[in-house]
């Protein structure tokens, strides 16, 4: 017996749940071509004994959807994920609504995996279910403000806000709702993901288009109880906007230099292309998804001689996921530009692209397969760093999401120092490099500047950095 060609590298996410962005048609057709010998996708008809391929039917013009698709370690999508999101996208869900979605999903299938759990893990103890199991589990990484006695300061804890667990946790129900609905699994006193109540609306299985009419002369309406479910998220006070925000200060940004410049060598391992992208992150505030899909089109573009290089990055134009496929241009000072050629044109590099199973522009690839890098396998690297900083630097506490504020809070304090211009003429100008949709999503880091405190730890790091480099 022959074994299955893997598609998937087993590097693919590191071994963990993640989601991926597909382009597919939104309602595709079948067609049966006569007389076709081939065994792929074959139907026999019944009466005759012909034979019949069975194809999805091409169009000259395509109605296409793109939209976020989970997928287990093992590369293959989530199906009871997949007919969820399918049918958000027939409502014509934007891209934001369906990444929150998908985001929620994505915590939620990590989380079951890691407990050894599934969907269907439930039973008439709703508490004991996975639904009010998540939950707990959510409960306890909400930020919360707890004061430390022994360095006299209040501390952030926990890494979701109340309003962000509370809104996942509300996905969720939706996502067994959802199945519910399309008999994937199906809600009752037995099975009890949590408190529900079923009205049954008669006639409406006979409308127009529901091909089981004959068979169901009653359909059922789902009614949620989400009180008990989403109360502890409103007991819990989440820090202010502005607090919540930890850009790295001068000392500690250079102590996360020097670790990830110490671990970089004179050779290309996987150490050190993870942390050159840390580095071009930090330098950037580009996202997640943004450096690890950085094209690699757009260093080799930019080798005339310059103290900054201007990069304009958008799916569109070279590949690059930003967000809402915004296009949006950064600027790398020539030290960065340098040290990216030196990758993009290393022999490790090139060995690694050889063995890559399809053609695509990202800088960054994993050296075992030519593929690009996961989200998940960088923040996993993240956490790496920070717990081997900790080991001299026990204060030294951050996430990776801190790498991008780090950019904003220097950019806004470097253009406020050399303009003497103040942060709100500078929002728009911000909310363009960080490829925000409005200055909302800017505005925390201009009250984060304007606090006065912020602004006096802020001056004094960059004051006591200076006096040092000068001695």
């Known amino acids: 017996m022959s074994r299955k060609k893997r598609l998937i590298s087993p590097s693919y996410a590191n071994g963990d749940y993640c989601y991926v962005w597909l382009t597919t048609e939104i309602n595709p057709k079948i067609e049966f071509i006569q007389g076709s010998q ?4 074959q139907t026999i008809e019944q009466t005759t004994g012909e034979i019949f391929e069975c194809k999805i039917k091409q169009r000259q013009k395509p109605y296409l959807i793109r939209a976020p698709y989970l997928c287990c370690p093992k590369g293959n999508l989530v199906f009871p994920v997949l007919l969820y999101i399918r049918s958000l996208v027939a409502l014509h869900k934007d891209e934001s609504t369906l990444m929150t979605h998908i985001q929620a999903l994505l915590m939620f299938y990590r989380w079951l995996h890691k407990c050894r759990k599934t969907i269907y893990d439930c039973n008439a103890e709703i508490e004991k279910g996975v639904v009010y199991q998540f939950r707990d589990f959510l409960l306890k990484n909400v930020k919360k403000e707890s004061y430390n006695p022994e360095l006299k300061v209040n501390e952030t804890q926990g890494r979701f806000s109340a309003s962000t667990c509370a809104t996942y946790l509300l996905k969720i129900i939706k996502f067994y709702v959802k199945l519910d609905h399309q008999r994937v699994l199906r809600l009752s006193e037995s099975f009890k993901p949590f408190e529900f109540n079923i ?7 006979r409308s127009r288009g529901n091909i089981l009419a004959n068979l169901n002369s009653k359909d059922r309406s789902i009614v949620v109880e989400t009180t008990g479910l989403t109360a502890p998220f409103g007991k819990v006070q989440s820090p202010s906007s502005s607090h919540s925000l930890k850009p790295m200060l001068e000392e500690d940004k250079q102590v996360f230099y020097e670790y990830i410049q110490t671990a970089r ?7 050190n292309i993870k942390n050159l992208m840390l580095e071009l992150a930090t330098e950037t505030g580009l996202r997640l998804e943004e450096f690890v899909t950085f094209p690699a089109s757009e260093v080799v573009k930019n080798h005339k001689h310059s103290d900054n290089y201007k990069v304009t990055i ?4 070279n590949g690059c996921l930003t967000k809402f496929n915004k296009e949006r241009t950064i600027v790398i000072s020539e030290d960065l530009m340098c040290k990216l050629r030196a990758y993009l044109f290393s022999v490790e590099r090139a060995g690694a692209i050889k063995k890559a199973q399809f053609r695509h522009n990202c800088l960054f690839v994993k050296l075992q397969d030519g593929l690009p890098y996961s989200t998940n396998t960088l923040q996993k690297h993240f956490e790496t760093v920070r717990n081997n900083i900790r080991i001299e630097n026990i204060d030294w506490y951050y ?3 801190d790498m991008r504020a780090t950019f904003a809070t220097n950019w806004l304090f ?3 120092s050399k303009r003497g211009t103040l942060f709100e003429i500078l929002i728009d100008e911000l909310a363009e490099i960080m490829g925000h949709e409005s200055t909302t999503d800017t505005q925390k ?5 304007q606090d006065e405190q912020n602004w006096k730890d802020f ?7 200076i006096r040092n480099v000068q001695r």
């Open 199 to 205: 009205k049954t609306i008669e006639g409406k299985s």
């Open 38 to 41: 081939h065994i792929d996708f």
């Open 445 to 449: 880091y201009v009250d984060y500047m």
């Open 314 to 317: 958008s799916e569109n134009l």
């Open 399 to 401: 996430t990776a999401h």
């Open 265 to 271: 060598g004179s050779y290309f391992n996987e150490e």
């Open 414 to 416: 470097e253009q406020h």
């Open 459 to 465: 001056s004094a790091s960059k004051n006591s950095f």
